[in-house]
């Protein structure tokens, strides 16, 4: 696992955008794994701001998103799959058939997991995957007790992750329940790209670095994954001082 400690925000968003913006050049149809979330809005600006002056960026790559919400439909705006217009694919060339969402909606969602996973399989597999860390431990929607190899399917909500993710449910309740790939799925991509910014991650940044692997914490499943970069900003890795000398 290679750790970067950049300064701030803008330069985490920088730099995780610039990873994606490199494989996109080196592969155009690359099959990215993407998150929704805070922590990622700045690597979409920035991924929007550099493809404004390239000719092609997204016109072959295919994405498939870790997470939706159940029980409301795509066009909710507090939706991932409005969230992703948002920040993304409104701005830039990419193929509507080539964007890839779990359907929150869909009647059968036993079904639609399947259908998911099998899609992601039929594109060849996750090439880069970027996942934001919940605050506590959680990937995509894997919360703590999650086994390691789960693949995509249905999950209940925490009340804490309900409670972060608030915001975005002005005017009705957060769900409770979501369609998220597994930890089994991240980790059969390629390569990840683990980020997290802002004081209010430092305990679980700590706890992330320090702790062997556990359900009880998700993201510590990454750690038997042989290409993992996490990007850090200085506020996040506030509480890493004592693990090393920074
Ligand atoms: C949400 C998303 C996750 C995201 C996490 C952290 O619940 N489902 O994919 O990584 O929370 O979000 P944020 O970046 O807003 O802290």
Redesign the pocket.
């Known amino acids: 696992m290679k750790w970067r400690v950049v300064n701030d925000y803008q330069a985490l968003s920088a730099f995780a955008g610039d990873i994606l913006l490199r494989a996109l050049r080196a592969r155009p149809d690359v099959v990215l794994g993407l998150?929704?979330?805070?922590?990622?809005e700045g690597m979409y600006e920035h991924i929007v701001a550099e493809c404004g002056r390239e000719y092609r960026c997204f016109s072959s790559a295919q994405t498939f998103n870790?997470?939706e919400y159940v029980g409301i439909p795509p066009s909710h705006p507090g939706s991932?799959y409005s969230y992703m217009r948002h920040h993304l694919f409104d701005h830039v060339d990419i193929r509507d058939d080539n964007v890839h969402i779990p359907d929150g909606a869909a009647q059968n969602l036993e079904a639609e997991c399947a259908r998911y996973e099998l899609e992601i399989a039929q594109a060849g597999g996750l090439d880069l995957t970027f996942?934001?860390?919940?605050?506590n431990g959680?990937?995509?929607?894997n919360e703590p007790g999650t086994p390691f190899d789960s693949r995509t399917r249905v999950v209940g909500?925490t009340e804490s992750?309900r409670r972060?993710?608030a915001p975005e449910f002005q005017d009705c309740p957060v769900p409770t329940r979501?369609i998220?790939i597994g930890i089994g799925t991240i980790l059969d991509s390629k390569r990840i790209v683990l980020f997290?910014s802002g004081t209010e991650?430092a305990g679980i940044v700590w706890r992330f670095a320090s702790e062997d692997p556990s359900e009880s914490l998700p993201a510590t499943a990454l750690r038997s994954h042989p290409d993992v970069t996490v990007i850090v900003d200085r506020n996040a890795a506030a509480e890493l001082g004592e693990l090393w000398d920074m």
Not at 138 to 141: A, E, S
């Open positions: 998150p929704t979330g805070r922590t990622p870790l997470d991932y996942l934001g860390l919940g605050r959680h990937i995509g929607f909500l992750t972060a993710n979501a998220t997290a991650k």
